[in-house]
C-alpha cells in the first residue's frame, strides 16, 4: 500500500522557475531510485532526472544546467528544482519511485499522479 502524491504544478513565464514535490507514504521499507519524468501532447514520456539512494542523479540532455533533482529520505519526498524554464518544458511532470515495501523481497515502481506544469513564452 504504497502512494505518490505530487504537488507544485504551475504556470510560469520563461525563464522562471518552479519546484514540484513528490512524497511517497505507506508501508514503505526503503526506496531506491527516484525519478521525474515528463509527457507532453503528442510525446512520449521522456526520463527528466534521476537520483539514486546514495545521490548520484542523472539528466536529460534537455533539462542539463537548468533542473536539479534532489530527496529528503527522512520525508521519503523528491523535489524538482526548475529554473530558466523554457515552453518547450510545458508538460505533465510524473515522479517515480522504486520503492521496497514492509514484507516484500523486491523493488516495485509507482507513479505520481501527474502535474501540469506550462509555461508560457
Known amino acids: 500500500q504504497v502512494q505518490l502524491v505530487e504537488s507544485g504544478a504551475g504556470l510560469v513565464q520563461a525563464g522562471g522557475s518552479l519546484r514540484l514535490s513528490c512524497a511517497a507514504s505507506g508501508s514503505i521499507f526503503s526506496i531506491n531510485a527516484m525519478n521525474w519524468y515528463r509527457q507532453a501532447p503528442g510525446k512520449q514520456r521522456e526520463l527528466v532526472a534521476r537520483?539514486?539512494?546514495?545521490?548520484?542523479?542523472t539528466y536529460a540532455d534537455s533539462v542539463q544546467g537548468r533542473f536539479t533533482i534532489s530527496r529528503d529520505n527522512a520525508k521519503n519526498t523528491v523535489y524538482l528544482h526548475m529554473r530558466s524554464l523554457k515552453p518547450e518544458d510545458t508538460a505533465v511532470y510524473y515522479c517515480?519511485?522504486?520503492?521496497?515495501?514492509?514484507?516484500?523481497?523486491?523493488?516495485?515502481?509507482?507513479w505520481g499522479q501527474g502535474t501540469q506544469v506550462t509555461v508560457s513564452s
Open positions: 517515480n519511485a522504486d520503492v521496497l515495501g514492509f514484507g516484500s523481497t523486491r523493488y516495485v515502481g509507482y
Open positions: 537520483i539514486g539512494s546514495g545521490g548520484s542523479t
